[in-house]
């Protein structure tokens, strides 16, 4: 188990019927993982461009478990643009991080890349992980293996 999990980007309006993604099986392998972690070690964040500022809040993808109130907004697609996200796990004194949600090929990728330039351990929990484009989804496996990243692909690890 790492010191944080961090689930990106399961908001409505990218997780739903009718939308590129399994929702029931990622939201329910997603589940399955956060139950797993403290509740005070869950971070979520939820992706709100710049033109939707004025906008209502961004809701939680229907059925998510939300057990913290640790969440936070990011305009760009690395969740360590919000420094509010980073003080936490400084404070938390973080060495490791987990991270699931979608999309493994911009939001997550970008998360998981800079975390490593940050220097945590990351993990990433495959079955957790939200992909609409599979073949380009490849060539980022093949870096992230490379990255030393902790690949992780069942359910209930």
């Known amino acids: 188990m790492s010191d944080y999990l961090i689930v990106i980007d399961m908001q409505a309006d990218y997780v739903a019927d009718g939308k590129p993604y399994d929702k029931e099986r990622l939201v329910a392998a997603i589940n399955n993982k956060i139950a797993s972690y403290p509740s005070h070690r869950v971070l979520y964040v939820l992706n ?53 949600g979608v999309d493994g090929n911009y939001c997550v990728k970008a998360s998981v890349l800079a975390a490593i330039s940050e220097g945590y351990q990351v993990t990433v929990d495959l079955s957790c992980l939200g992909i609409i484009n599979r073949k380009k989804f490849r060539k980022i496996l093949m870096n992230w293996k490379r990255e030393n990243i902790i690949l992780k692909e069942n359910h209930h690890s």
Do not use: H, M, Y
């Not at 478990?65 to 400084?90: G, M």
């Open 48 to 100: 709100r461009f710049l033109w939707e500022i004025n906008k209502k809040p961004k809701e939680f993808a229907d059925g998510l478990s939300v057990i913290s109130n640790q969440t936070f907004e990011k305009r760009r697609a690395s969740c360590f643009t919000n420094r509010s996200l980073k003080d936490v796990l400084e404070q938390g004194d973080a060495k490791s991080l987990e991270f699931i």
